[in-house]
């Protein structure tokens, strides 16, 4: 089946402590994305990457980093530096490099105990 | 910077009516628009979109309008179903960098 996988679903931190989502894709897709999503609110992009070894900070990128070595895979790592990093954290991607359909994953949960 | 909004949030239906969800956006020069659907604990998923030289879109139960006048969009299911209740947002393409997301209408499906 093609799709966008994340992992974990729930995720458990300790503050101060870095802690790495998993995005994975099989779409062949070549943008992909980060948003933060908090209770009762839409959805604010961290960061972005429309091709390999090559992405962009979103509105809220601070306090989060990023790599995309492979076309297939967008980790986001949630570093101490962010104050309140409990929320949902939602992947996607786009065919191509604009912003046109984008489609999600299906979540990871983090909350900082 | 501009920003795409709701006018309800929060809107509850009767099994079987129609439901109409509302979106305002600002940004006159968004070419896309899409709603989504998205269900407690889950990632959002596509219903419809719409570009900016068309009008009217249809789906299967679900009917998107634009209206670039007033800078409105709208989502219309028809026959609204139990399993239609989650919250809908819509989004507007920010050109190449990415989709600016409304903070969503919560639909409520009563028997």
């Known amino acids: 089946d093609g799709g966008i996988t994340q992992s974990p679903k729930y995720l458990f931190r300790k503050e101060g402590q870095n802690v790495t989502l998993s995005c994975e894709q099989n779409?062949?897709?070549?943008?992909m994305y980060w948003y933060r999503q908090d209770p009762g609110q839409g959805l604010r992009l961290i960061y972005y990457?429309?091709?390999?070894?090559?992405?962009q900070k979103g509105d809220i990128a601070e306090g989060y980093s990023v790599s995309r070595e492979k076309k297939e895979s967008f980790p986001l790592t949630v570093t101490s530096a962010q104050k309140n990093p409990t929320a949902f954290y939602l992947c996607?991607?786009?065919?191509?490099?604009?912003?046109?359909?984008?489609?999600f994953g299906p979540g990871t949960r983090l909350t900082v105990l | 910077g501009e920003s795409v909004g709701l006018h309800l949030p929060t809107l509850s239906v009767q099994e079987g009516d129609n439901s109409i969800i509302n979106c305002a956006y600002s940004n006159s020069a968004s070419d896309y628009f899409i709603w989504y659907k998205q269900e407690s604990g889950k990632g959002p998923q596509f219903i419809i979109d719409?570009?900016?030289?068309?009008d009217k879109r249809q789906g299967q139960r679900v009917t998107v309008l634009l209206n670039k006048t007033v800078k409105h969009l709208s989502l219309q299911i028809a026959a609204t179903q139990p399993g239609d209740s989650a919250v809908y947002f819509c989004?507007?393409?920010?050109?190449?960098?990415?989709?600016?997301f409304g903070k969503g209408t919560s639909l409520l499906v009563t028997p």
């Open positions: 779409l062949n897709h070549d943008a």
């Open positions: 996607a991607s786009t065919p191509g490099g604009r912003a046109d359909t984008q489609y």
């Open positions: 990457s429309q091709i390999v070894n090559d992405f």
């Open positions: 719409i570009r900016s030289n068309m």
């Open positions: 989004a507007e393409n920010e050109g190449l960098r990415a989709l600016n």
